[in-house]
């Protein structure tokens, strides 16, 4: 097993900093043999809380088939999810465009007063009234 190295978070080092002076106020005047003892226990505990906190399946090197397969269908699952919700929010927006179209249409309808051009029409890039107003605009 060859040495890793990972990035040390000033956060985590300030919190063994502290927890290594409790051990040391704890146990002020006990000798080495004490310390080593505790200090060690100290030290495998943090070891194993961070390696069962650091572990995933299907990583660092665990080629599992099992593990692999039970990821896979736990993925897929989520992927199947996260679309069916798209795809429905897709339609709400799709829906809510329409009804605001519609709106829009029967708000210039009904407004004699002044015609201006369409507001729709100046949404689409391919509508003859906005090429018209980019020609008018251009010269």
Request: no cysteine; charged share 40%.
């Given at each position: 097993m060859g040495t890793q190295l990972a990035p040390v978070d000033?956060?985590?080092?300030d919190l063994a900093a502290a927890q290594l002076d409790d051990i040391a106020l704890a146990n002020a005047g006990r000798p080495w043999e004490a310390w080593k003892g505790i200090v060690l226990r100290w030290h495998l505990t943090a070891v194993v809380t961070a390696r069962a906190e650091a572990w995933v399946p299907g990583m660092g090197g665990a080629q599992d088939p099992v593990v692999e397969e039970a990821l896979g269908r736990f993925?897929?699952?989520?992927m199947r999810v996260t679309?069916?919700?798209?795809?429905?929010?897709?339609?709400?927006?799709?829906?809510?465009l329409i009804e605001a179209a519609a709106r829009i249409r029967r708000y210039e309808a009904g407004n004699a007063v002044a015609r201006a051009p369409s507001v729709l029409a100046a949404l689409d890039p391919a509508s003859p009234a906005t090429d018209a107003e980019e020609t008018t605009k251009s010269h």
């Open positions: 000033s956060v985590e080092r993925y897929r699952h989520h679309i069916g919700h798209l795809k429905s929010e897709n339609l709400e927006l799709r829906r809510k």
